[in-house]
Structure formats: structure tokens, C-alpha cells
């Protein structure tokens, strides 16, 4: 049951977090599988209320170089939607204190202080500059929970892309397993920017079939 003066929120997630035991270690602490970086948890280790499959309508891409991942490429969002671009997410109902840790955890530990209502208002919100998730993004309601997620405050053309590892890879198709099928993982892939001219079809296959 919803606990009395909690707020909740729906976190979207885009990259590794689609796996929902990665992301648990954001909750409840611990290194997921294929990373060497080992997560703190939140202060509340509570479960998600809910989980569901989700569209985001901006484009996915993967860039920088993740130590926790291999020194390898992570994901991020574009910042520009449009209507007719599928990036898969799963999202989950959690406290707005939790997201604030999970945030805070992307972030390396820097505390955050982020007005949700004012992202509501401004549709995105910078809170650190230079960040690689600094920046937070409203997506919309669902069932009168406001949907949010983070990414970078600079888009592709400020960076250069980077391939992911074989590792960080897996565990998002692992996620997106729980809704979509292999074809549909291959097809989503294969172009992305970090992706295509890294991975050949083969190699890319191998991963997911």
C-alpha cells in the first residue's frame, strides 16, 4: 500500500536500468551483473510499486567513456523529442525521495537539489552543468504520476559516440527481453549512433539471439 504522505513518481529508464535487477541495485544496493561499479541504494529500499513498458520520443544514443562499464559507451537521450522517434524505456513507481537518491547515485554521490514541479513547468531542468545525468526530463503523466527521466545536458553533436560494451548491452536487451521481442531488439540497435559501424550485424546478433 501507498504509505501516507509519500509522493510518488515515475522514473523512466532507457539504458541498463530497463533491467530491472540492474536497477534494484539502485534501490537496494549492490554491483549488477557486468558492471564494477557497486551502488550505495536508497535511504527507502522499498520495491517499485509498478513497472511497465514505455515510449520515450527522443533518441537514444550511447557516448562517453563508463568506467564502471568497461571504460566503454553508456546511454543517453537527444534533447530534442519527436513523435515519430521509438526509444524502448521501461518506467517504475517509486517514491520521489527514492528517485532522488537514484539520481543522486548517477550523479556519484553529489547531493541534489531538483524542484520537480519546476521541471514539470520548463519541460527539463539542468542541475549540473557539466554532468553526464545532470540534467532531468519530464515525460508526461500516467495514472496522475508525474514521469520523468535524466540524461545529459548536451546532445550528440557536442560529444562523439561511443560503442558499448558487450556487458552494458546485455543488460539492457535483458530488460527489453520482458517486452520485446529479438527481431524487434535487432532492428532497434543496429542504427544507433554508438552502435552502427562498431558492431556488425553478426556481432550484434550474437548478443541478442
Not at 15 to 27: A, D, K, P, V
Request: glycine share 8%; charged share 25%.
Amino acid at each position: 500500500m501507498m504509505g501516507e504522505n509519500k509522493q510518488f513518481v515515475w522514473y523512466a529508464s532507457y539504458g541498463s536500468n530497463i533491467n530491472r535487477e540492474r536497477f534494484l541495485c539502485y534501490i537496494k544496493g549492490g554491483a549488477p551483473e557486468g558492471s564494477t561499479r557497486v551502488e550505495v541504494g536508497c535511504k527507502d529500499a522499498s520495491l517499485p510499486l509498478k513497472e511497465s513498458a514505455f515510449t520515450i520520443h527522443y533518441p537514444l544514443y550511447f557516448a562517453m567513456e563508463a568506467s564502471g562499464w568497461q571504460n566503454q559507451g553508456v546511454a543517453f537521450l537527444e534533447l530534442s523529442p519527436a513523435k515519430d522517434v521509438v526509444t524502448y524505456s521501461k518506467k517504475y513507481l517509486i517514491t520521489l525521495e527514492q528517485f532522488l537518491d537514484v539520481v543522486k547515485q548517477e550523479n556519484n554521490g553529489i547531493d541534489v537539489d531538483i524542484d520537480l514541479k519546476e521541471v514539470k513547468e520548463e519541460g527539463s531542468k539542468i542541475f549540473r552543468p557539466r554532468a553526464w545525468y545532470g540534467n532531468i526530463l519530464y515525460l508526461g503523466e500516467e495514472e496522475g504520476y508525474p514521469i520523468f527521466t535524466f540524461t545529459a545536458p548536451w546532445d550528440l553533436k557536442h560529444v562523439e559516440s561511443k560503442r558499448p560494451s558487450h556487458a552494458y548491452l546485455t543488460t539492457i536487451i535483458k530488460g527489453l527481453k520482458t517486452d520485446h521481442a529479438n527481431e524487434d531488439i535487432f532492428t532497434y540497435f543496429k542504427n544507433k549512433p554508438g552502435i552502427k559501424g562498431t558492431y556488425s550485424d553478426e556481432e550484434l546478433a550474437g548478443i541478442i539471439f
